[in-house]
């Protein structure tokens, strides 16, 4: 039989035409672009930048192919990573510049079958330096605010006294985006491979669910409120012992120690006067000022004798009418007290974050009695320097403004492990697993041909193998698996039994006794298919556990390695019998 | 001649060929074949006695540490801190860290791959440790603090000792899962206990050779245990099936038509994990790739020693109840 009618035979077969449907649409679910591929994918998008009232949206979700990608900046192309930062240094003030973004689809290699083009204008907005004077203002402002007897938003006009601040331009503010190079495939790689932020958080208690997705969502929103939308926060369980709960946190493309903190911090956020109770962050507060209305007041940097600096800070806040009245409830009977001039109550203020006493404020005597609803919170930073002293304020500022505007958690929280993963370790580790996997094909390949001294036996073999790790792949990027190094680890497993399997057929194709025997290649297969399914069975149920136990850290293991071996043993092991049969037919 | 008798033709002659190739098997044993073929009731004492010998080391493992492995950084609770560098020089940095934080365990290794450098490792027992360990580095090596060559994983002693105990719970599930399963398959109790005992050796001894050469386990340690039992039980189903299942021939031709399969299944895994040891990088992979090392090597013996020997015993008592 000539070379060409084998091909078309095995072309032919069912099984094979299975294994072709299955890469088929691996490729499509992975959508390899490799050559042409250019521009730089949006990560996040900054609340109020340049680029959000544009119209550009953080993307959600999405498949890393299907993102957003910008392919030029005033019809300049960016190439990228690099190319996007040295357009983005030259921005100037009010600056009016057209970002062109394509969003792919259906990508092979070469091209995508679809392209989807938009084109944004982006006006530079100027960056500001607040810095509150030492003088008031009167301003009217006018705010939503909901009537309950006519059950619909209204508009009142509100006149206050605020802090008089003075703005300072101090160049041109960041656009507001965070990129990366354009994606060349749909796999997701893990932390691990990508470099990135991971904070494992246990509960302290155990909670219904309803408590849970609440921890979970303002975990989330919090990080929203810092514009990271490339976040993954998700629930994990161990089986063992207690059935501890934790909430799993992963932060890709980020490495930064200000983020662990703020999710390190429970949150709870109590306003107290003596052990009385005022307003509890999240629930009695309805507006935080950030921005205007919130920032380092006007000289407050000092040295003290030590020489160290610090700074104080300040932001508005409003209450609600009932934290308000509490309040007004608390102070009435409280003494005015002269202080340098100034009249105060006797009792203060006292700010606790976890319980933890943060600040202790004076009341002015105004408050007496009075239920207002706006109140000025402030704090301090320290430093050895006074730009240090104001970084910390600063931080403090965000970090207080951030716990009360998203509330507190329900439960307390402890970190058990924390990951910060540099991007550079991460696309080593790649190289040298690639390098791996190249080398141990090669060494696979000469084994079997060592044993059967056939390259008949040998191509079909390593067709298999790298069918079977493509279509792992592309399952992968269908489900949004995220590939780390425990994936790559099962992947590996489900290969090697994978060529166990089709040594097994190959003895049982080649045995001599069978010849004697009058048997025909399906009774062959069919031999083989009882040891391949046996031992299939076997390793499933071994694997299973692991999928429940260890509070995730190995789920990606135990689902790449069983997802591995089903294809292997439904997909690519039968089509390799029938590859084999045909070859080996003289 | 035509098609159908050309076959019959060639089939004839592959038969004489059988024939002959019997006759030599039967005719020309070597040494290691008489040892293995007559002994094997002598020879099954060896994977009884490493097991012995195992049970022992992994007892006196417990007496001195309180626990059947010694645990690394992610089982313990510690930290380790990857550093991508050209130039490593290890001993330096061991002994700085040494001096500076005496009370610490500090163990540092260096990252290679086909012997070039490519950075270190350090882990310690002590997650508080980290931020000194850091320091220490930056004195080292000014600018490394924040900056992309440095990753650092921590684990909270209270998950690692959790993650602990699921991780054995796990094991234990999934040893008694693949037992129902192989009992299932085979359903006669000789034989499925051989794959069983199979098993659970190729575990304990590897745990055993872990605990002799002091490596700590780490969770893809434990991973790499489970994947163990996966790779032990495929040989074993290969063996019993050839040799119970099947009715024809002689018992040592299938044994050594299972033999040959078998050792060409372990050869490939065998080529991947030094091949695997001897380039990772990571920490995780390498472990696994160590402990597959172990495990396999360990695994051909349990397997074709310890499984044929009680196979063997199992058919001759069976013909000699038919017998009678």
């Given at each position: ?12 077969k ?26 730089v ?22 498949q890393?192919?299907?993102?957003e ?24 003030i ?14 092979f ?13 982006v006006?530079?907005?100027?960056e ?7 003088e ?16 619909k ?35 997701r ?15 302290e ?11 979970i ?76 209305g ?15 600096y ?12 009932v934290a ?8 009435d009977?409280?003494?005015?007290i ?120 040998a ?9 079977e ?25 489900a ?15 080649l ?57 292997g ?18 | ?35 293995y ?10 994977p ?8 022992i080391?992994?007892?006196?493992n ?5 626990d ?110 693949m ?26 001894v590897?745990?055993?050779a ?25 040989t074993?189903i ?16 299938r ?10 299944m ?58 009678e």
């Amino acid at each position: 039989m000539s070379r060409d009618t084998t091909i078309k035979k095995i072309l032919k077969k069912p099984r094979t035409i299975v294994l072709i449907i299955f890469i088929i649409l691996s490729l499509i679910a992975i959508q390899f672009h490799v050559i042409g591929n250019e521009g730089v994918a949006i990560r996040t998008v900054s609340k109020n930048s340049a680029a959000a009232i544009a119209g550009i949206t953080s993307p959600a979700g999405t498949q890393p192919m299907a993102r957003e990608v910008i392919v030029s900046f005033n019809n300049k192309k960016i190439i990228d990573e690099a190319d996007y930062y040295n357009f983005i240094e030259d921005l100037r003030i009010n600056q009016s510049i057209s970002i062109k973004t394509v969003k792919k689809n259906f990508c092979f290699v070469f091209a995508c079958l679809s392209n989807k083009y938009t084109t944004y204008r982006v006006k530079v907005l100027p960056e500001y330096k607040i810095t509150e004077l030492n003088e008031t203002e009167i301003i009217t402002k006018i705010e939503p605010f909901f009537n309950v007897t006519l059950n619909k938003t209204v508009n009142i006009t509100k006149t206050i006294e605020q802090q008089k601040t003075e703005k300072e331009i101090i160049g041109a503010a960041d656009i507001g985006l965070t990129v990366y190079d354009s994606p060349t495939n749909n796999l997701r790689k893990g932390l691990d491979l990508q470099g990135g932020t991971r904070v494992l958080l246990k509960l302290e208690e155990i909670v219904d669910q309803d408590t849970m997705d609440l921890v979970i969502d303002n975990i989330q929103q919090r990080l929203n409120v810092y514009g990271l939308t490339d976040i993954v926060v998700r629930e994990v369980r161990g089986f063992a012992g207690t059935g501890d709960q934790y909430v799993l946190v992963e932060i890709a493309g980020v490495n930064s120690e200000e983020i662990r903190d703020l999710i390190s911090q429970q949150g709870k956020f109590e306003a107290k006067i003596s052990d009385d109770i005022v307003f509890v962050g999240g629930r009695d507060i309805t507006y935080v000022a950030r921005g205007e209305g919130a920032g380092l007041d006007y000289g407050s940097c000092a040295a003290n004798t030590q020489g160290e600096y610090s700074c104080r800070f300040r932001f508005g806040i409003s209450l609600t009418p009932v934290a308000a009245q509490r309040q007004a409830a608390l102070t009435d009977n409280l003494q005015i007290i002269n202080e340098n001039g100034n009249d105060y109550l006797n009792e203060s203020l006292t700010l606790y974050l976890d319980d933890e006493l943060v600040d202790e404020l004076k009341i002015g005597s105004e408050l007496k009695g009075n239920p207002v609803t706006e109140i000025a919170i402030s704090g301090f930073g320290s430093g050895a320097t006074e730009a240090a002293a104001a970084t910390d304020a600063i931080n403090n500022m965000k970090r207080l403004q951030t716990i009360l505007q998203t509330g507190s958690l329900p439960v307390k929280i402890e970190i058990v492990k924390t990951d910060t993963i540099s991007p550079k370790l991460g696309s080593q580790f790649i190289k040298n697993i690639m390098l791996i996997a190249i080398l141990a094909i090669v060494g696979v390949s000469l084994v079997i041909l060592v044993r059967y001294r056939k390259i008949k036996v040998a191509i079909p073999l390593v067709i298999t193998m790298l069918s079977e790790v493509f279509i792992l792949l592309g399952f992968a990027s269908l489900v949004g698996w995220n590939l780390d190094i425990a994936a790559i680890a099962g992947i590996l497993i489900a290969v090697g039994t994978g060529v166990d399997d089709q040594i097994v057929i190959t003895d049982e194709t080649l045995r001599k006794d069978y010849n004697e025997m009058q048997l025909s290649w399906k009774q062959r297969f069919k031999k083989a298919l009882f040891i391949i399914i046996a031992a299939y069975v076997t390793t499933m149920v071994a694997m299973l556990p692991l999928y429940f136990a260890g509070a995730g850290l190995v789920k990606g293991f135990a689902l790449t390695t069983m997802a591995g071996v089903s294809i292997g043993v439904f997909i690519t092991r039968p089509a390799f019998g029938g590859i084999l049969q045909e070859l080996l037919k003289k | 001649m035509n098609r159908k008798e050309r076959r019959q033709h060639l089939r004839e002659k592959k038969d004489s060929n059988i024939d002959v190739e019997k006759k030599e098997e039967s005719n020309k044993r070597n040494f290691f074949q008489t040892i293995y073929e007559d002994q094997y009731k002598k020879l099954i004492f060896i994977p009884f006695f490493i097991l012995l010998a195992a049970i022992i080391i992994i007892v006196i493992n417990v007496a001195q540490t309180g626990d059947f492995v010694n645990k690394g950084y992610s089982l313990e609770g510690g930290i380790s801190i990857t550093v991508i560098a050209d130039n490593v020089n290890i001993e330096l940095i061991e002994s700085t860290l040494h001096s500076s934080l005496p009370d610490a365990e500090i163990n540092a290794r260096e990252l290679s791959e086909a012997g070039v450098s490519k950075g270190f490792i350090i882990e310690s027992n002590m997650q508080d440790n980290g931020e000194a360990i850091i320091n220490e580095l930056e004195k080292l090596s000014p600018g490394l603090k924040g900056s992309d060559n440095i990753s650092v994983t921590t684990m909270g002693s209270s998950l690692g000792d959790s993650f602990f105990k699921d991780a054995v719970i796990a094991i234990i599930i999934a040893f008694v899962f693949m037992s129902i399963v192989v009992f299932i398959i085979f359903k006669k109790a000789s034989p499925s206990l051989a794959v069983i005992l199979c098993a659970f050796s190729d575990i304990v001894v590897t745990i055993a050779a872990i605990d002799l050469f002091g490596i700590k386990l780490n969770t893809a340690g434990i991973a790499a245990l489970l994947m163990l039992i996966g790779y032990s039980v495929d040989t074993d189903i290969l063996l019993s099936t050839r040799v119970i299942k099947e009715k024809k021939g002689k018992v040592m031709t299938r044994i050594y038509r299972a033999l040959k399969t078998g050792l060409t299944m372990n050869a490939t895994t065998l080529v991947t994990v030094v091949i695997g040891l001897t380039l990772s990088q990571s920490t995780e992979l390498s472990q696994i790739f160590l402990i597959l090392l172990i495990g396999l090597i360990i695994d051909i013996i349990n397997t074709w020693i310890q499984n044929v020997g009680i196979l063997r015993m199992y058919l001759e008592k069976k013909s000699k109840q038919k017998n009678e």
